[in-house]
């Protein structure tokens, strides 16, 4: 149940707190983007028909980089 | 879409795991988390390595009281629309579940959150409609913002949900098994941030990592444990940056502080938990089911609730045995004839154990 999916976000209403988030397989729904600062083009991760937060490329790449990382060091050793 | 698939790196990270000769037991609380571990075979290959991980309380539907659910049978026989999530309708109450008493006629509907609820409420309006509101800290501010919508007059909301971190300190403080770590679930992260878990690590030196839900997070979360313990220096490391800021989603931490505030309450298998459940401030009384309908559930108050005979769930969520230890599991217990609510949910590791069992 707390099962979130991450979509993109293509169209905005703000009158109504929702948005059109696109799953990336075809799947288009609309959310409600009450709990989350976002734009379109924006990555969110949907629980429940929420937007529950914003998911961050940068910080994506980053983690793998340090993976990367830690085991190279490892492996150094 | 952000998937961080990487083989050669998950490889890379058990052989080195397999290196270090150990023996730990780390506990999580998710669904997700289990389902990922039995999916990709990774329980197999950890324990393998030395490493056992259980999965704890981490299953909002499996956690709720055979009471909760007694309470929706009644309202639902007191003719109101009942409304909750897929999993939950299937849970055995203690004679029926909801989903039997949708076969005998009453109404009964599953939802994918709560705004559909709130939606069958403005098109029934000669009808009274409860959701049942399941879930852990992920869930709950999808109904605060709901709820602070002023939905009619004729919703209402059965608060079943539930928190984390003090869940956790109660399993540490019944100290019935040892956990040398602890995998926090990260999207109950997302909202709650770092600083809840905190005083785990301080007050029991159990180091946390926060992960996400690729085969390589969870891997990238055993190591960073293991590397935490070689170095005697817990903290609440967070791996799953992606989607867990330290501080958690603000917005939605301010919209449930609004709407509930803390009590105690029960959790199966658990004996109260203090300050691990939520309830509508007094302000929003009009939604609350327990309220608005108090004569139609007095009598389930003091009720003592037997659990499904033989069923060892609540054993299974405090992490002391893993299901295959159930001696009921895939003999008379199964995913379409579920005994516990284990059996039920797709969080539940009895459910999650079923499903892959061709895997293994
Ligand atoms: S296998 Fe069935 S009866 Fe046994 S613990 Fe799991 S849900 Fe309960």
């Known amino acids: ?77 | 879409m952000f998937s961080l698939n990487d083989n050669k790196l998950a490889h890379e990270i058990v052989s080195n795991i397999k290196k270090k000769k150990i023996n730990l037991k780390f506990m999580h609380v998710c669904g997700t988390h289990q389902d990922t571990l039995v999916k990709h075979g990774l329980d197999f290959f950890l324990k393998d390595c030395g490493i056992e991980i259980g999965q704890g309380p981490g299953c909002p539907v499996c956690v709720t009281t055979p009471k909760e659910i007694e309470e929706m049978i009644f309202l639902a026989k007191n003719g109101k629309i009942v409304t909750t999530f897929g999993d939950m309708i299937r849970v055995p109450g203690e004679k029926k579940s909801l989903q039997n008493l949708k076969t005998e006629g009453y109404d009964i509907r599953t939802v994918y959150g709560i705004e559909d609820a709130v939606l069958i409420a403005k098109n029934n309006p000669d009808k009274e409609i409860v959701f049942m509101a399941v879930g852990f800290e992920t869930t709950a501010p999808t109904t605060a913002s709901a709820i602070l919508k002023n939905p009619p007059e004729n919703f209402s909301i059965l608060c079943c949900h539930r928190t984390i971190p003090f869940a956790l300190k109660t399993i540490i403080d019944m100290g019935e098994l040892k956990i040398d770590g602890l995998i926090e679930p990260g999207h109950v992260s997302t909202i709650i941030g770092i600083e809840p878990y905190e005083f785990i690590s301080r007050e029991y030196n159990i180091p946390q990592v926060i992960a996400g839900f690729e085969p390589i997070d969870i891997l990238m979360g055993v190591w960073m444990l293991i590397i935490q313990i070689e170095q005697n220096s817990p903290f609440v490391q967070n791996e799953y940056s992606r989607a867990v800021k330290r501080e958690g989603n603000i917005k939605a931490q301010k919209v449930m502080n609004k709407v509930f505030e803390v009590c105690d309450v029960k959790w199966r298998g658990f004996p109260i938990i203090p300050k691990s459940g939520l309830v509508l401030k007094n302000d929003f009384d009009q939604y609350d089911s327990r309220k608005k309908f108090e004569d139609d559930i007095i009598d389930l108050q003091n009720y003592k609730f037997k659990e499904p005979k033989g069923c060892r769930c609540g054993e299974l969520l405090r992490g002391l045995i893993s299901p295959r230890e159930c001696p009921l599991f895939g003999v008379k217990c199964f995913p379409d004839n579920p005994i516990g609510p284990c059996m039920v949910s797709i969080e539940g590791s009895c459910n999650i154990e079923f499903k892959y069992l061709k895997n293994k």
Not at chain 1, 3 to 18: E, H, N, T
Not at chain 1, 52 to 75: C, G, H, N, P, Y
Request: hydrophobic share 40%; charged share 35%.
């Open chain 1, 1 to 77: 149940m707390c099962l979130a999916i991450p979509g993109k976000i293509i169209k905005i209403d703000d009158k109504d707190d929702s948005a059109t988030v696109d799953y990336g397989d075809g799947t288009k729904r609309m959310i409600n983007i009450s709990l989350v600062d976002v734009k379109i083009g924006d990555y969110v991760l949907v629980h429940a028909g929420f937007a529950i937060e914003k998911l961050d490329e940068v910080e994506a790449q980053k983690t793998l980089d340090l993976f990367r990382e830690m085991l190279s060091d490892l492996e150094g050793k």
